[in-house]
């Protein structure tokens, strides 16, 4: 995408800005979880294949590994993936300074927590910014100073944009298709009758469908695809 708007930027990588490690959560604390509880033990049985099924376990894992009483020793703990979007955000904030625009390319577990942080949400707030977050949505902070706020969440109006043009480019293709077979029966009625009389008269209120042009013309408007 960078190469294509020719950017002449400086691209970084900074893996505290990578995703939380969902499958190594689940390893590590499902199978407590489900001794505890027997309906989770149950959706857990099924495989997760279904997507409600899968979130449901997401969530139980995520509220579990945030907990401060999280015993699980062999996985990231909550507060190093933390502290480390801490650290991140902090770190751009000083590097770039003010009146500057930094876009971060990461994902839903990342940009939960930054926003969680922001907020100032306790452990238990977390996973509320962590389920609704959609693939290619953008959040926006504001800062000045050391000071940072949440400008907006989740935003997808450039999504919705693209899926209107879209449309409209389709709709636009069907009436220019309906004007071009107008064309085409003006040039069919001019060839066909040299220009006038009766018979001319009657054979241009009719399209090669047999219906009245006009008729045709005002379906394709009042049904657009």
């Known amino acids: 995408v960078m190469a294509g708007l020719d950017f002449q930027g400086k691209i970084e990588a900074d893996e505290r800005f990578d995703e ?3 499958d190594e959560q689940v390893k590590a604390l499902l199978p407590k979880l489900t001794a505890q509880n027997e309906a989770l033990a149950d959706i857990a ?5 279904s997507s ?4 449901k376990i997401i969530a139980a894992v995520f509220n579990a590994w945030v907990d401060p009483d999280c015993e699980a020793s062999d996985i990231t703990p909550w507060s ?3 502290d480390g979007v801490r650290d991140a955000i902090a770190n751009i904030i000083r590097s770039v300074g003010s009146g500057k625009n930094t876009a971060v390319f990461t994902s839903g577990g990342t940009i939960a927590t930054a926003v969680g942080l922001v907020t100032g949400v306790g452990h238990a707030g977390f996973y509320q910014f962590y389920e609704p977050v959609m693939n290619c ?9 050391s000071r940072i706020s949440l400008s907006n969440f ?9 899926g209107a043009l879209a449309q409209a480019l389709v709709r636009a293709q069907t009436v220019g298709g309906v004007l071009a077979a107008e064309q085409a029966d003006a ?8 220009g006038g009389g009766r018979h001319g008269a009657g054979k241009r ?3 090669r469908d047999g219906r009245s042009r006009r008729s045709a013309h005002k379906g394709h408007w009042s049904s657009p695809r």
């Open 20 to 22: 939380i490690n969902n």
């Open 45 to 49: 049985s099924r495989g997760m294949k």
């Open 52 to 55: 409600k099924d899968y979130q």
């Open 80 to 82: 190093s993936y933390r």
């Open 137 to 145: 949505s953008i959040t926006r902070f504001i800062y000045s100073g």
């Open 154 to 162: 989740n935003d997808i109006a450039h999504l919705e944009l693209l």
């Open 187 to 194: 040039e069919l009625f001019d060839a066909e009758v040299g």
């Open 205 to 207: 209120d009719q399209g």
